[in-house]
């Protein structure tokens, strides 16, 4: 790809783009990393024949379902594959939820940023394996309604496999070329919703909320105010489960204290 200078690029010219982007998504590319973002867009447009972030809204994104559709997809952070960082999944299922368990019979969690839908049935998983049939609440939610799609279909590659042993793929999936399909009862546990981390409101009386690598594309001031509105989405005593790129340094200014790496217990209501 090209690099800024070399492309056409002008700042007014992405700054108007936000903007139009903005009324017409309700996605405000101002609270992403400016320059990941960019980046990340021209070698999009470029791709489709674009050359300038004018002539991609006006004659790509304005006009063109697909091109909409392909670029709302690509503002979602795809998790790629079951049990990712398989280390912080065991800390999870063996200290997290056993201590959550002890408060409440029936866990309410949420998977935000949940992607192709790896991550909530993950944990529906989990909960089945050291619970029985699954009868906590899974909220999984992303932005883009084209990943929610293929996520509530639950056919996944064997790649995305590869973390888990042939005893829970027969337990949990069928085989179904080219790959793998979620069984019913897995995929009757989570409920998928469209949700904007970034404008939308959220939920409250959570005991759980994953959350993983999707705030390092965020500017610092958008990942405080995330920071503060999962604090009031859950319970105290709950958790917020971040990415292995995600640690909070300062976590007791989002009224939390760190469990364990990666993992965050809500100790104050702000």
């Known amino acids: 790809m090209k690099n800024l200078e ?8 992405y700054h108007h783009f936000i903007k139009e982007v903005k009324k017409k998504t309700g996605i405000d590319l101002a609270l992403y990393k400016e320059a990941q973002m960019k980046r990340r867009l021209m070698s999009f447009y470029e791709k489709r024949g674009f050359t300038s972030f004018q002539d991609f809204f006006q004659n790509g994104l304005n006009k063109d379902e697909d091109i909409l559709a392909e670029f709302l997809e690509r ?34 969690i949420w998977s935000a940023a949940c992607s192709t839908g790896e991550e909530p049935y993950t944990l529906s998983m989990i909960l089945m394996e050291k619970f029985g049939e699954n009868r906590h609440t899974i909220l999984a939610t992303d932005i883009d309604e084209v990943i929610l799609k293929r996520a509530r279909s639950g056919l996944y590659s064997d790649r995305a496999l590869k973390e888990l042993s042939s005893e829970v793929i027969n337990r949990y999936f069928i085989r179904e070329d080219p790959g ?11 409920t998928y919703r469209k949700h904007n981390l970034l ?12 959350c993983r690598n999707v705030l390092i594309y965020f500017t610092e001031e958008a990942k405080q105010e995330i920071y503060l ?29 760190a469990e364990d790496t990666f993992f965050y217990k809500k100790v104050n209501n702000l």
């Open 229 to 257: 509105k999962f604090n009031r989405a859950l319970k105290v005593g709950g958790i917020l489960f971040v990415g292995s790129t995600e640690q909070i340094f300062n976590p007791a200014r989002y009224g939390f204290e």
């Open 75 to 108: 503002m979602t952070i795809n998790v790629s594959e079951f049990y990712r960082n398989p280390k912080r999944w065991d800390v999870l299922s063996e200290q997290i939820i056993p201590r959550l368990k002890q408060n409440s019979n029936h866990l309410k």
């Open 6 to 13: 070399d492309s056409g690029y002008s700042q007014n010219d």
């Open 199 to 210: 404008a939308d409101t959220y939920d409250t009386g959570f005991d759980l909320i994953i």
């Open 180 to 190: 793998y399909r979620v069984r019913d009862k897995v995929k009757n546990t989570v």
